[in-house]
């Protein structure tokens, strides 16, 4: 029998993709039960400040926090045509007492936007540890093969030597970027506190007769139970729209990285340099049984990609705003603020799998290392032969005759680099062969690599 679940789209990012944790931050109950944690802030801040409002009325909130009939609320909003407004009315009816004291003041807002912000702070809380832990794995890996020389890649053309360390160093810079970023992010979140309807908190001013003290220290409260040190200063209906901009720009970013990453190790991959775990029964193609294809990699590129435009979506929408509030930002924001940080939750956890299990194949490194180093060390041979009292400008030409002859080979025949057995052949080299192995020799070609590594950030 096929469950309902089945005949309806699902999206992958939390039916296949996201931790629970991540998608339980983003949940229907997440978000419900904590409008009723901000309308218990609000009845307590008012019941301190003066306002009739009874012990029992707040305990009675208390008790029925997590008692939400969701079948309740659908009716009430499809009869409302307002989601705030039946969630009012739900918690009403199992909170009589409480009633007439409910939403007190506030405008839908006071919910609605407060809860994007706790949930925009617990989303940055639940992803700063994967990506730390990413890091610490890159590390390793990084400490691990700090020392082994690998070809260095300009224009996807071998350059000059690295090492596998060093080049590892070089994702995790951006890595590490990416975390200052997330944690700036998540510390200059604010709360938008208790603002009334266009910002003015004219509604509280009339609760309180006039008292601005209070008003102020109504919102200065509510934001301290809700776990905040500041709240905006000034807002329209809403929080600015530019702060959904700076939460996803810095999603967008780690983005970037993360697809950058995993390209270079699907490069890697291609090369047989570097593989990326592959499981015992793991199969790479339904048609082609030997394949080993990078597919974790491959999933977090797809990922990246649509984490990277999504910061497109608060651009807009805070260029829309008209005024002190428009509702064209709100259908956007249920997609994009969520499918944001659902989608960086799981290229995190897929990369901390990717470099857990990295599995380096030095012998194939060394292979491409002997095709390409003997035209690499040409100038090495050159400044040797002149302190043996060789001219440069000869031994430049010689250099130059034999190189083009070893290219051929490589080119034309599809044969190995023989420059160093054509230079051990003539005689004019003599002078040097005792020293050409030292010459060749790839730790020589890979300078600092190995102290950058072990340098602290």
């Not at 009589?96 to 994007?116: F, M, R």
């Not at 979506?313 to 956007?332: G, I």
Request: charged residues 25%; contains cysteine.
């Amino acid at each position: 029998q096929i469950t309902a679940e089945f005949l309806k789209y699902r999206s992958p990012l939390v039916s296949r993709y996201a931790s629970k944790e991540m998608a339980y931050n983003f949940s229907d109950r997440k978000k419900f039960s904590t409008w009723r944690k901000l309308w218990i802030y609000l009845a307590k801040g008012e019941q301190a400040l003066g306002l009739p409002i009874t012990d029992e009325q707040i305990q009675e909130m208390e008790a029925n926090v997590e008692k939400i009939d969701f079948k309740l609320a659908a009716e009430e909003e499809k009869r409302l045509r307002h989601d705030v407004m039946a969630h009012v009315h739900t918690f009403t009816h199992c909170c009589p007492k409480a009633a007439g004291i409910i939403h007190l003041g506030a405008t839908s807002c006071y919910v609605g936007d407060n809860t994007d912000l706790i949930v925009l702070r617990d989303g940055f809380n639940i992803l700063l540890p994967k990506l730390a832990r990413v890091i610490s794995r890159l590390a390793d890996f990084a400490e691990k093969y700090a020392t082994l020389p690998t070809l260095g890649f300009t224009h996807y053309q071998p350059a000059q030597l690295t090492t596998v360390g060093k080049r590892a160093c070089l994702w995790l810079q951006d890595l590490c970027m990416d975390m200052r970023n997330l944690q700036r992010a998540r510390d200059e979140l604010r709360f938008r506190g208790v603002k009334g309807t266009t910002g003015t908190q004219a509604s509280f001013l009339q609760l309180f007769e006039g008292n601005h003290e209070k008003v102020e220290e109504l919102d200065r409260m509510v934001t301290e139970m809700a776990g905040f040190k500041q709240t905006y200063l000034v807002t329209g209906q809403t929080y600015s729209r530019k702060v959904d901009i700076d939460s996803l720009s810095v999603l967008s970013s780690l983005g970037a990285t993360v697809h950058k990453i995993c390209t270079d190790i699907r490069l890697l991959a291609n090369l047989k340099e570097i593989e990326e775990p592959f499981e015992k029964d793991q199969i790479g193609s339904s048609a082609m049984p030997y394949k080993r294809n990078p597919m974790r990699s491959e999933r977090c590129c797809s990922l990246a990609r649509h984490l990277m435009t999504l910061v497109m979506d608060p651009l807009q929408t805070a260029a829309v705003q008209w005024f002190e509030r428009t509702l064209d930002d709100s259908a956007n924001r249920r997609i994009s603020l969520a499918e944001a940080f659902l989608t960086a939750d799981i290229v995190l956890s897929t990369l901390q799998n990717v470099c857990e299990g990295l599995v380096v194949y030095p012998k194939v490194i060394e292979r491409h290392i002997r095709h390409e180093l003997p035209f690499m060390a040409t100038e090495n041979i050159i400044m040797a032969m002149v302190k043996t009292g060789g001219n440069r400008q000869d031994c430049h030409e010689k250099i130059r005759v034999l190189s083009q002859q070893a290219a051929a080979v490589v080119k034309q025949e599809g044969g190995d680099n023989d420059l160093i057995s054509r230079i051990k052949a003539d005689p004019y080299f003599s002078p040097i062969l005792p020293q050409l192995d030292a010459l060749l020799d790839p730790d020589t070609f890979t300078g600092r690599a190995p102290q950058q590594v072990r340098t602290d950030f």
